[in-house]
């Protein structure tokens, strides 16, 4: 069993949609990413969390460090969101990363 | 902002050539990181460095070397490249918990 967990691993929504992309792991973390991959294959990183939730723009994330479960959510998804979105968690030295969502927003 | 070059994005390189895969970041960060991406598998480290001339072996070192002479560039070195090492390389930087990543290079060994 994978140590990050995403899910689902393909998503194919409609403009305008409300998307969650969802995120568990089974290590003890000092901190999760959540990473956005375009096409071409660089990575930015759209949030960092430890606790709580964080909003930027209509990016939402959130975790729950009991349950070990961070969840990202778009609102108003545009074509442009078309990404893979990938959660990272950070260890001691190292990040253990998912394996990624495939986002495809339709026009 | 903080930024990691990687010094090609596509590279084709034949079986049993020497490849040199560099990273150079303007940040001052102490950790510097390689990462392959495949399919399926996700992001892999290789190998890790957290000083100059300090490397430590990531999950699959198998076939790759490093080299960490300055703090800002990290080398990833396939000493004979082969077939399954065809993949996307990614680097990435960090200070503390922050990472922060390179544009890739899409590496086809043919």
């Known amino acids: 069993k994978n140590e990050v967990e995403q899910s689902p691993q393909n998503l194919t929504a409609q403009e305008g949609e409300f998307i969650t992309i969802n995120c568990s792991y089974s290590v003890g973390i000092s901190a999760l990413h959540w990473l956005q991959q375009h096409p071409g294959g660089g990575i930015v990183s759209l949030f960092m969390l430890s606790s709580g939730k964080k909003k930027h723009g209509r990016l939402i994330a959130t975790i729950n460090i009991q349950e070990k479960h961070s969840s990202l959510h778009i609102t108003a998804s545009h074509p442009r969101d078309s990404a893979v979105y990938i959660c990272?968690?950070?260890?001691?030295?190292?990040?253990?990363f998912g394996t990624g969502t495939r986002l495809k927003v339709l026009a | 902002d903080v930024k990691v070059t990687q010094s090609s994005r596509y590279l084709v390189k034949r079986t049993g050539e020497k490849v040199f895969l560099e990273c150079v970041q303007d940040?001052?960060?102490?950790?510097m990181f390689w990462y392959r991406q495949d399919p399926g598998l996700g992001l892999r480290l290789i190998y890790f460095?957290?000083?100059?001339?300090?490397?430590e072996k990531g999950d699959i070192p198998e076939g790759y070397s490093v080299s960490r002479e300055k703090k800002e560039r990290f080398s990833l070195i396939l000493e004979s490249a082969s077939t399954n090492q065809t993949s996307m390389y990614l680097c990435?930087?960090?200070?503390?918990?922050?990472?922060?990543f390179g544009q890739g290079t899409r590496l086809t060994v043919v």
């Open positions: 990272a968690v950070r260890g001691t030295y190292k990040y253990i």
């Open positions: 940040m001052d960060h102490e950790n």
């Open positions: 460095s957290y000083d100059v001339k300090m490397k």
């Open positions: 990435a930087s960090s200070l503390s918990v922050e990472a922060f």
